[in-house]
């Protein structure tokens, strides 16, 4: 075994952090997840730096968060700025990716990679490198235009994979995993990131992985009294184009439930596979296990991410570390995806100086040697700007494009269902976790969301039309019209 201690980090993509059977939820079952939390330390307040994809992603591997890299949406990644896959690149450690990374616009960007089996989600684009699209050609599965499933009309409508259990993409990143672990130098560290695109919608899993929960056994969604009150511009903004239908249909949000479970506790089957790869190389290595962001899946009447509510800002984060401190303990203490920099570069022995004071070592607050007490978010900028600061007793937000603030009372109220901005009894903790946060963007010179020590006015932004979805929700592959225009008379667009 090599002295330093290998790292394997998976990452799922919007998987929220109430679906793993061992920390409470009682309909999904995980196995591989709830073993991994008995030997290891489950942090249970972690929150997403940013609520969508390339953000989340840019402020993981940088370990600076999105008002100081540039990156607060599905905009380009800062490819320019070190990554967590450069230091351990320069440390000696073999690094390796595997599956959805979103370096945007560049999705073959090694950035500290020494190789990658790439695979990125949505249609077939033409021009760009896709290792699992390779795969499905080479193995006669070329016709699948949307291998992760059928996007646009279809984007948050349940549905069974185009692809059987052997080729669907969550085994093939396990596969290529095991590949890299078997073929691998057994002399040198290694860094693994293992990437599975699901839970991510569509929601699809492979036959019999589809029918694994039903939707009649699933919880409702969680509407409370109000809950239009506690939406930003930004629910009313993804709910145009995510899920379509003006009413409201339980069933169907049931059924999505169903599908959702059904893409984890594949990716948790296929966890087990890798981990079962690594053998006795176990024991030197460091796993981290968590996602990028989460869900709404029908939670407050919203769907998608892109809010700084529990269901999309909260998610799991497992670790077990090769000198596990105390298994199976778990640690309510806010965290970030903003630490996973500074504790892959200490697991690794590395002095170096860290890239953002926002981030801390989760080694040192698994050992209860960490005094920070809050973690931040935000998603856009400007006048759409969405900004969070949590701790474990209070959770403040702030909406550019409504203008409002939210605080949530998290020791009485878990679950986020009132809001206390502008109620008397809270005036002094809503002060205090307002000044927070501002002090931390006057502090770095981020005057795109603070000015003279008050959030900084916008016009607010045209509200969203309920009815229009500004070219968002036709994701097509970009040869499907040659393919219409073959059917000859059936097709007139």
Not at 126 to 135: A, C, E, K, L, T
Not at 287 to 302: C, F, K, P, R, V
Not at 394 to 405: F, N, V
Request: aromatic fraction near 10%; charged fraction near 25%.
């Amino acid at each position: 075994m090599s002295k330093q201690p290998n790292i394997l980090f998976v990452m799922t993509d919007q998987q929220r952090s109430d679906t793993i059977r061992a920390l409470g939820n009682r309909e999904i079952r995980s196995p591989v997840l709830d073993s991994l939390v008995q030997r290891g330390t489950a942090f249970t307040n972690c929150y997403t730096p940013s609520p969508v994809c390339v953000a989340a992603r840019s402020a993981t591997i940088t370990g600076v968060p999105p008002h100081l890299n540039g990156c607060a949406s599905n905009n380009e990644s800062p490819l320019g700025m070190q990554s967590i896959m450069q230091v351990l690149q320069k440390a000696g450690y073999r690094t390796h990716g595997i599956g959805k990374m979103h370096f945007n616009p560049h999705v073959d960007a090694m950035w500290g990679f020494d190789s990658r089996d790439i695979s990125e989600e949505g249609a077939r684009l033409q021009g760009s490198r896709n290792d699992f699209h390779d795969y499905l050609d080479e193995n006669g599965f070329g016709h699948v235009l949307e291998p992760q499933g059928l996007r646009s009309e279809m984007y948050y409508i349940p549905q069974p994979s185009q692809l059987p259990a052997e080729h669907h993409h969550t085994t093939w990143v396990a596969d290529r995993a095991i590949d890299f672990l078997r073929q691998r130098n057994s002399e040198q560290p290694f860094f693994l990131w293992t990437s599975f695109i699901k839970p991510h919608p569509p929601f699809e899993s492979p036959v019999p992985w589809n029918k694994l929960y039903r939707a009649a056994d699933m919880l409702p969604p969680r509407r409370p009294d109000g809950f239009e009150q506690l939406l930003s511009w930004w629910n009313h903004h993804q709910n145009r184009y995510k899920y379509r239908d003006k009413g409201y249909d339980e069933m169907l949000i049931r059924t999505m439930k169903a599908m959702y479970y059904a893409c984890i506790s594949f990716i948790d089957f296929n966890l087990g596979r890798i981990l079962e790869a690594l053998g006795d190389e176990i024991e030197n290595t460091l796993i981290l296990y968590t996602s990028d962001h989460g869900e709404m899946l029908g939670d407050y009447g919203s769907f998608g991410k892109r809010t700084m509510l529990n269901p999309a800002a909260k998610i799991p984060l497992i670790m077990r570390a090769p000198a596990a401190i105390n298994p199976g303990q778990r640690i309510d203490r806010p965290v970030s995806l903003l630490d996973v920099f500074p504790t892959f570069a200490a697991a690794a022995g590395l002095d170096i100086d860290l890239p953002s004071p926002e981030g801390a070592n989760l080694l040192d607050i698994e050992a209860g040697d960490s005094e920070r007490e809050f973690v931040t978010s935000q998603v856009g900028e400007g006048n759409i700007g969405l900004y969070m600061i949590a701790g474990r007793d209070l959770k403040y937000i702030y909406s550019a494009a409504d203008r409002k603030e939210w605080l949530f009372d998290l020791r009485v109220d878990p679950q986020e269902t009132k809001n206390w901005a502008g109620n008397s009894r809270y005036e002094g903790e809503l002060r205090a976790m307002r000044g927070r946060l501002i002090a931390r963007f006057e502090r770095d010179g981020y005057d795109r969301a603070v000015q003279n020590g008050e959030w900084r006015e916008y016009a607010p932004p045209a509200f969203p039309d309920p009815a229009g979805d500004d070219g968002l929700l036709f994701q097509d592959a970009p040869h499907l019209p040659e393919l219409l225009r073959a059917l000859g008379p059936y097709f007139d667009r």
